[in-house]
């Protein structure tokens, strides 16, 4: 009897990179071993963006599973305290008071309101509740702003984390959100620099650049992320993460928003977001920003849960939750506990330890470790 034994060729996953891979198979293997990095090139961010989209997706799931339990996704909930009559005119916004959308106006929304939502919110699930506020800035609202502060300090009481979006804000104003117990600040650049003033004329790059500043130096989370489908063009989305991951520190959460196109705004007449843009989207931001929590937001109510599993399988890992999105439909709580359970996802507890540290606390840490 003749015995044939197969033979078995042992082939290193780089050798097979180096003959036939994509840019996101290269970056992703290098992120793995390397962890995160801040000084992306966009032309790097661009060639990851630009990979099969296939090659995107798996890339993308592996180094989602290296920096996270993968089947976790933290579930927030956003609450629009202050609603409309905004000065700015960004072209996406139906709180704008240039446009006529049907919104009317409202005032600050009364503490046992606040607190009745959270205890829903936190009740449906969610572990971090947002509010927003559409303001302009936090500037001469000092009445107001210490109304916020007291929700924050009560909903943080609560066991949740909390989040805030109210326009741009000062360093004082920061560190007293951090004070007050804020968890995290939102403050989305929307899209790339160059494409910026086509959407909003009312307010510079650099000034949410400077706020951003403000968040992460009084020791407060960043949040920051974007939207696509307004009418932007590929290398406007490159930009936009080039941007967020060359930040001094990647945010620790980045907002993926699909237009939701509002009648009465200037983008009324956009035409709806595909799930591939977004999976490019989530994809790209996985790899280039490995740690931070990628959330699939506005325009999710647009896609069926199959789609939606393409987003989580690509790197988002958080959602939010409720039916409303300040003033756009989101997913209701039903087809949110349906989808959990069909796709094996947990919800992810809330987070406190490793909140940022803001310089001053650092400071002091330091001479009380040095004796």
Known sequence: MILVRSLHLRIRPSLLYSSFSSA?????????????????????????YDSPILDLLFHGAQVHRYAHNFREVQQCTLLSVKTGGCSEDCSYCPQSSRYDTGLKAQKLMNKDAVMEAAQKAKEAGSTRFCMGAAWRDTI???TNFNQILEYVKEIREMGMEVCCTLGMIEKQQAVELKKA???????????SREYYPNIITTRSYDER??????????????CSGGIIGL???????????????????????VPINALLAVKGTPL???????????IRMIGTARIV?????????????RFSMPEQALCFLAGANSIFTGDKLLTTPNNNFDADQLMFKMLGLVPKAPSFSHEATSEVERCEEALISSG
């Open 289 to 301: 920003m490995p740690k931070a929590m990628v959330r699939l937001s506005a325009g999710r109510v």
């Open 140 to 142: 001469g609202r000092k």
């Open 209 to 222: 650049l400077e706020t951003l500043q403000h968040v992460r130096e009084a020791g407060l989370n960043v």
């Open 24 to 48: 996101a198979a290269v970056e992703a293997d290098r992120t793995i071993r390397e962890g995160a990095r801040n000084n992306w090139s966009r032309e790097e961010i661009k060639s990851i």
């Open 268 to 278: 009324q007449d956009q035409k709806p977001v595909e799930i591939w843009e977004m």
């Open 181 to 191: 117990g804020l968890t995290a600040y939102n403050h989305n650049l929307d899209t």
């Open 231 to 253: 009418g932007e063009a590929e290398e406007d989305r490159v930009g936009l993460l080039h941007t967020l991951a060359t930040l001094p520190s990647h945010p620790e959460s």
